[in-house]
């Protein structure tokens, strides 16, 4: 199984909403991450988690909380979101270690009204 | 630090032409190199990767050598096909870099039948 399956694939909410992406993969990985994607850009990494704990925070904004429930599995709940934050947010995984690729998932699509 | 450099896009090209990416690098340490594609509405995928200098990476007719002397990944095929339209994003990891990768902007590829 070399997936990493994210879920919704396309999410609508409004600014006062609270709604949670959520990632798995069952590859072994031990490092996890988070990354948003604008059209026609490169990813922008946002959080990383190394065996199950926060690593790497890019000064993102608090309205983004991550978990990471277990080995397997990746979350982020989302809160009070702005316009701004619409955009594709990818999960990755990968081996710890310099010669790791990451394995991403398809992204949901994320629309903030 | 790491960054790189990928040539700006859109390319654009006939089925069947050959296809050239370039891409430099700056790095401390000793990097792998890797290229990455992301189809319309889908994730980033893994198409190749090198791992030292001198290393050939190649995936479905794609081609790309670590040039240590030149700092260089120029990704290339020798007949593109109409899939393979997508953005490639060219990608550094180093230990020095906490093994987060560092993405090149993104080229854009268009084929056209």
């Known amino acids: 199984d070399t997936e990493v399956t994210q879920t919704p694939k396309h999410l609508v909410m409004g600014m006062t909403n609270k709604k949670s992406l959520k990632c798995e993969q069952h590859?072994?990985?031990?490092?996890m991450y988070w990354y948003k994607q604008k059209a026609k850009k490169p990813p922008e990494l946002m959080f990383v988690y190394s065996y199950e704990k926060l690593s790497i925070n890019e000064s993102v904004p608090s309205r983004f909380s991550p978990e990471c429930p277990n080995s397997s599995l990746l979350n982020l709940h989302l809160h009070a979101l702005q316009p701004e934050d619409s955009a594709l947010y990818l999960c990755a995984s990968s081996r710890t270690g310099v010669t790791g690729e990451l394995f991403f998932g398809e992204g949901s699509r994320l629309t903030v009204l | 630090g790491n960054s790189v450099t990928q040539m700006e896009g859109p390319v654009t090209l006939s089925e069947e032409a050959f296809l050239t990416i370039n891409c430099t690098y700056t790095a401390t340490g000793y990097p792998s190199l890797f290229w990455y594609v992301q189809y319309p509405g889908e994730g980033l995928q893994l198409l190749l990767k090198?791992?030292?200098?001198?290393d050939k990476g190649s995936n479905k007719g794609f081609e790309a050598t670590y040039r240590k002397e030149t700092t260089s990944f120029h990704l290339e095929k020798g007949s593109v096909q109409v899939s393979d339209s997508a953005v490639y994003f060219c990608a550094l990891l180093t230990s020095g870099g906490s093994y987060i990768p560092t993405f090149g902007r993104g080229t854009s590829l268009i084929v056209h039948p």
């Open positions: 090198a791992t030292k200098a001198d």
């Open positions: 590859m072994g990985h031990r490092a």
